[in-house]
């Protein structure tokens, strides 16, 4: 993975870029043109480089948090700018004291804005690929007009020159995997209540994405790292690089190339590339389950039987007595059994292998928002068995670098312009 080298070695080329910048008035790019340049660039499809070229032609409009229209003023998007300079200089020049997080973009550093004082992580992605190129412009139109508690707020986002910086509100206690799959062993694991906490909030974000989102926008990378939390244990989800518009009209699913983290993609995604938002909802299965069971949704570690999280807890699905043996063993027991049991459920319906046969995530937000939270819900009685999913299909491998692979990060970049435009019209 590429990444800034420290601030003070580039300090020339900086005031080079500033004094072009004074001259040329050309040192920011408005994200349309950035868009419009990574599709004429990188592209050979006369139809992507069409949506790049229409695609900005906006009226200037965006949804508050509180959806009603917000009038920017211009027609670029209604997120702050900064400058290189003002970023590297608030996580002093990216100092590795100051890494907060690492991913398959880029680095993620903790700053605190001069003007406001606002702690914020700065997330510097790969200048040397196409992939952190594409992620950007994705993050940046989508999260412009998607605004959700449970959803990671953006601040704002740097396009000086190469360089290319996002910049979102401050998560103070990290990732939910910091908590509940990489614990120390002097930390504190994370209790039933607030696991289930957690799990409702990110149902929540992806209801909004699914329901409340017009078209409807599929997540894609729903998974235990891209879940932040801040210092109450709030939930939020982050990364929305790989986002995809969902199908519209009297079209049942979007095809796509396959993309994602092994383990949590739903298997007829998978198999035929076949993207519904009930992908999102196996996806959101498998991070219940690992919230349920303290184990990740792939363990090389473990025995060949139980490196799938899944299949390992396939067998148990079938029968009630034994959903005690999926509690992590960390909660000792503390916690209701009927809320386990109805956790566990929730989580089987998510991961059957019919994608018609999941419930909609407006049902699971529903039945999280319902589970007994108290030791005295613990009858049981009752409880039936109830459907169990099909084993995962085979490991495969994903290349996110071949022909295809560009030619679909492309094509999501178009769809998000498209997106944005198309919100921005209906205003």
Not at 59 to 78: S, Y
Not at 189 to 218: Q, S, T
Not at 340 to 350: D, G, I, K, N
Not at 367 to 392: G, K, M, V, Y
């Amino acid at each position: 993975m590429g990444c800034f080298s420290c601030f003070s070695s580039h300090e020339n080329k900086t005031e080079q870029r500033s004094r072009r910048s004074n001259n040329n008035q050309t040192q920011h790019q408005p994200l349309k043109d950035v868009a419009k340049h990574h599709l004429h660039h990188n592209q050979n499809n006369n139809n992507y480089q069409n949506k790049g070229r229409g695609a900005p032609q906006t009226e200037g409009k965006i949804l508050n948090k509180e959806g009603n229209n917000k009038d920017t003023g211009n027609h670029n998007i209604a997120a702050q700018t900064f400058t290189f300079r003002e970023l590297a200089a608030i996580t002093k020049n990216f100092r590795q004291e100051f890494l907060i997080g690492e991913g398959g973009f880029g680095r993620v550093y903790r700053g605190r804005l001069e003007k406001t004082n606002q702690e914020v992580a700065v997330k510097q992605l790969d200048r040397n690929g196409l992939q952190g190129n594409r992620e950007f412009l994705v993050e940046v139109l989508m999260l412009s007009l998607l605004h959700h508690e449970n959803l990671v707020n953006l601040i704002g986002y740097c396009a000086d020159g190469d360089q290319r910086l996002l910049v979102y509100e401050y998560m103070a206690l990290g990732s939910l995997e910091d908590h509940l799959l990489d614990i120390h062993p002097q930390q504190k694991p994370l209790d039933w209540l607030k696991r289930m906490k957690i799990a409702l909030h990110a149902a929540k974000g992806l209801e909004y994405l699914h329901d409340k989102a017009n078209p409807p926008v599929i997540y894609r990378d729903l998974k235990s790292s891209n879940i932040l939390l801040d210092r109450d244990y709030n939930a939020k989800l982050s990364d929305f690089g790989l986002a995809k518009l969902g199908p519209t009209g009297d079209k049942t699913h979007v095809s796509s190339r396959v993309m994602g983290t092994y383990g949590y993609c739903a298997p007829e995604y998978q198999r035929t590339g076949q993207l519904t938002v009930k992908s999102d909802v196996y996806s959101f299965g498998v991070v219940l389950l690992e919230l349920i069971t303290g184990r990740r949704a792939i363990d090389n570690t473990r025995h060949a039987r139980e490196q799938t999280l899944v299949t390992w807890a396939n067998p148990v699905f079938k029968e009630p007595n034994r959903y005690p043996e999926l509690a992590d063993p960390l909660l000792e027991g503390k916690y209701p059994l009927r809320s386990l049991h109805q956790a566990v459920a929730v989580a089987a319906m998510c991961l059957n292998e019919e994608p018609e046969v999941r419930p909609l995530i407006s049902d699971v937000v529903t039945a999280l928002s319902f589970l007994p939270l108290d030791q005295d819900s613990n009858n049981n009685n009752n409880i039936s068995p109830i459907e169990t999913p099909s084993p995962p299909p085979p490991a495969v491998t994903f290349n996110l670098m071949d022909d295809d692979s560009i030619a679909e990060r492309q094509r999501a970049v178009a769809d998000a312009i498209e997106w944005v435009s198309n919100n921005n019209t209906r205003k």
